[in-house]
């Protein structure tokens, strides 16, 4: 997170494809652009054409590749990830698809997700010999596989005893020599779809990719499954998983795009019924609705059709401010919030706001959009957030970890609202978000509103059901 968006950051965005053709790679690329807002920090791509090359580097996808790049990644198979970062110097090391060699040809790794047993893998594979390049999590799996299979012998055999030691989330596009897999963890954390366009199969994070490829949205895959890509089509196996799911609910408040279909359900369409449920929950005499663009604009689309209100475009974003910049001699990190959003005066004078957005983590942005509202002559100002309070880190792939800045931290709403500010502050409830989501709560996670979390995480609490690994076969390393 910086300054100027109070939103947390993803760790990635992944594609796989294959193909007749030995051009897969400007699918790819165009896959990464469109899942660019998974990830800004580095972008990496993955072909075989007899082996292996890859190419990544820090900055955005068309930042890293140029066409001449695209053009020199020849080959009928692939795959492509986009990443956020926390390693500072180290984060070329970590970019990925992560390269490494097994018996069964070379391995290329793109992760989406958080292994929360990461720690005890790597000390295990450490013992066995293994050394690792980075501190990464995707590097412990992509060893852990290597690993297998040269233990097995036989690279399915291995997808599945690899997995079933896996604890936490990991959606993975695989390169193992020319043959491309999908996985999606035993509780489908992470989205991970399958479409198809003739004789190409491709998968990603989101189905928007495939709109883009002119593909056909065909499913998303399942809890648990093992997916193995060929121009002829796909062949599947699941590992054994429990009964419900754990999709993380942050994936419609705000992850993924608007235009993706997330397990069933249109995210706009969530969104937009977000913003009805926080309205029924928490209605206000006022004179209009403005969304936080652009995180809030299905949520206060929701809000204004149950109040009967006017949704108005009071706040204007800058787009071409995409990253943090400041000068160096800018200490005044107000000037962020000015450069990236404008209150209309003419439109907020006097005027009873109703500010809607999709979340609070720090509350250090909301502040300064209050004060932002407040200086451009609002009488009154409301906020209405479509995401319950944020109370606990997340370990299953978001970056948020640091409790003791959570605005929601160990306070009350009433004291959250005296800390940023606005005349009234109302959260969507938990329940309101299940109905909004339209699946079950089983079948949802929501560690981090919380505190009780799908999987072991050492030091915090379970949610009440079967720990993972009593599904799962034998705890090998
Ligand atoms: S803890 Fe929160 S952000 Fe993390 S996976 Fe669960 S719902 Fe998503």
């Not at 899942?35 to 791509?45: F, K, M, V, Y």
């Not at 890859?54 to 695209?70: I, N, P, Q, T, W």
């Not at 180290?90 to 097994?102: D, G, K, R, T, Y």
């Not at 002829?232 to 795009?257: D, I, K, Q």
Request: with cysteine; glycine share 10%.
């Amino acid at each position: 997170m910086d300054g100027l968006d109070d939103h947390p950051r993803h760790h990635c965005g992944i594609v796989g494809a294959i193909a007749r053709r030995n051009d897969v790679a400007s699918d790819l690329f165009y896959g990464l652009r469109v899942l660019q807002h998974r990830g800004q920090e580095s972008a990496g791509l993955a072909v075989h054409n007899g082996q292996i090359q890859a190419k990544k580097g820090m900055g955005l996808v068309h930042e890293v590749f140029d066409g001449e790049d695209v053009d020199r990644l020849k080959g009928h198979v692939g795959i492509g990830h986009v990443r956020y970062s926390t390693e500072g110097a180290s984060a070329l090391e970590n970019a990925q698809p992560i390269v490494a060699s097994s018996i069964a040809g070379d391995i290329a790794l793109a992760h989406n997700g958080e292994i929360v047993n990461a720690l005890e893998l790597r000390r295990a594979l450490q013992r066995k010999g293994w050394a690792f390049i980075t501190g990464t999590d995707s590097e412990v799996i992509v060893r852990l596989l290597a690993n297998e299979i040269i233990r097995t012998r036989d690279v399915n055999q291995a997808l599945r005893e690899f997995t079933s030691k896996l604890v936490g989330s990991y959606s993975l596009v695989l390169l193992v020599g020319e043959r491309l897999f999908a996985i999606r963890d035993p509780m489908a954390v992470r989205p991970l779809c399958y479409g198809r366009k003739d004789s190409e199969h491709i998968v990603s994070s989101e189905s928007v990719v495939f709109d883009t490829l002119g593909a056909k949205f065909i499913r998303d895959l399942r809890p648990g499954e093992i997916m193995e890509l060929t121009t002829e089509g796909v062949h599947s196996t699941r590992l054994p998983h429990p009964t419900n799911a754990a999709h993380c609910m942050f994936e419609w408040v705000y992850f993924s795009r608007p235009d993706s279909v997330l397990d069933g359900r249109l995210v706009y369409d969530v969104r937009v019924k977000i913003g009805r449920e926080l309205a029924a929950d928490h209605p206000v005499e006022a004179d209009m609705v403005v969304a936080i663009p652009d995180s809030g604009r299905a949520h206060a689309f929701g809000y204004a059709e149950v109040a009967g209100l006017p949704l108005v475009e009071g706040l204007i974003k800058n787009r071409y401010i995409e990253r943090t910049f400041i000068l160096p001699n800018q200490t005044d990190r107000d000037v962020g919030v000015h450069l990236k959003l404008n209150a209309v005066r003419s439109l907020l004078q006097g005027k009873r706001v109703i500010l809607v957005d999709d979340s609070i983590v720090r509350g250090t942005t909301m502040k300064k959009i209050v004060g932002l509202v407040r200086g451009a002559g609002a009488r009154e100002v409301h906020v209405r957030i479509g995401c319950p309070p944020i109370r606990a880190p997340c370990y299953m792939g978001i970056d948020m970890k640091t409790r003791h800045k959570f605005a929601a931290n160990q306070r009350t709403v009433e004291e959250i609202r005296e800390r940023l500010g606005p005349d009234s502050l109302g959260y969507l409830s938990i329940p309101g978000l299940v109905r909004a989501i339209g699946k079950g709560e089983a079948d949802l996670c929501t560690g981090c509103l919380t505190g009780e979390y799908p999987v072991q995480v050492p030091g915090e609490r379970m949610r009440p059901q079967r720990r993972l690994d009593l599904y799962l076969p034998s705890q090998r390393t």
